[in-house]
């Protein structure tokens, strides 16, 4: 499949078949478009390697993260190289980076390449990332000032109303995932391990988001969850009340209602902080 190309005005693009099976093509006419041919290659590789990891057994979250970090360390090399070209900055659109890393790279474009075609995509991506940094301020700002978390209702499986403050004197997680997120379904053994462990001490909420609650309710029965499982509709607030910029999300519940701690992504550290958490409070 070609994939997107970038055109700009008066200038063609080639695109020379060079095999149908496998499917290989070279592109020709623009710097944009020759750009793509290195691009292509490296994240081809990249996805390769990704795919390689799904097909084992036993993979963590670690051996994804040293694959992109491989690629991004290409991608960042070949923006050094190509500085001053648009080459630059079609790899930093293409590439996996960091938000830091990102903002570094952006901060760093020529003013000369502002005219690109390219630019107002990465002058976006960028707005996205400081908002997103804003947002992790509210975040900690949330555990430090240790505000009461926002009470809601939702339905739970059996279609009864939830709400959070009946919970009120216990430790609380509250796991935000959806069915459709890869990382949330891939914590589940370990969330299960911890609830096997700690459900004496601490409440387990799941909350799905951004789905129907046919995939739901399909999805709390194929992985078994044992936890209480609650329905996030549309028209809810509680994405907006508990600052949720990414998948899965949990939060931790001190048992006077107020937010101990945020945690983004899957990551064997907030198992070491369920511990510590405890022998603190005890």
Request: hydrophobic fraction near 35%; glycine fraction near 4%; charge should be negative.
């Amino acid at each position: 499949m070609i994939p997107l190309l970038y055109l700009e005005p008066e200038k063609q693009v080639n695109v020379d078949i060079i095999s149908m099976d496998p499917f290989e093509f070279h592109l020709s006419g623009s710097t944009l478009s020759e750009a793509l041919n290195d691009l292509i290659k490296m994240e081809g590789e990249f996805n390769f390697k990704r795919a390689e990891l799904r097909n084992k057994d036993n993979v963590s979250y670690e051996d994804y993260q040293q694959v992109t970090k491989e690629y991004n360390n290409q991608i960042k090399d070949y923006i050094s190289k190509n500085r001053e070209s648009e080459r630059s900055l079609l790899a930093l659109r293409m590439g996996y980076l960091a938000e830091d890393d990102y903002v570094k790279e952006y901060t760093n474009i020529p003013e000369s390449l502002e005219v690109s075609i390219v630019y107002p995509l990465l002058k976006a991506r960028y707005n996205t990332i400081v908002d997103i940094e804003k947002t992790k301020l509210k975040q900690l700002e949330m555990e430090r000032e240790n505000i009461m978390a926002p009470d809601f209702t939702l339905k739970d499986i059996k279609g009864n109303d939830i709400s959070l403050s009946r919970f009120k004197g216990k430790w609380i997680i509250l796991d935000f995932w959806g069915s459709w997120c890869e990382w949330c379904i891939k914590g589940f053994p370990k969330l299960k391990e911890a609830y096997e462990k700690y459900g004496n001490e601490i409440v387990f909420i799941g909350i799905d988001c951004n789905d129907t609650e046919e995939d739901w309710h399909n999805a709390v029965e194929k992985y078994q969850l044992p936890w209480i499982n609650l329905y996030n509709p549309d028209d809810s607030s509680v994405i907006k009340d508990y600052e949720i910029q990414g998948f899965p999300t949990k939060i931790i519940i001190n048992p006077e209602g107020r937010i101990y701690k945020h945690v983004i992504g899957e990551s064997p550290e907030f198992y070491n902080q369920i511990s510590e958490m405890l022998n603190e409070n005890t």
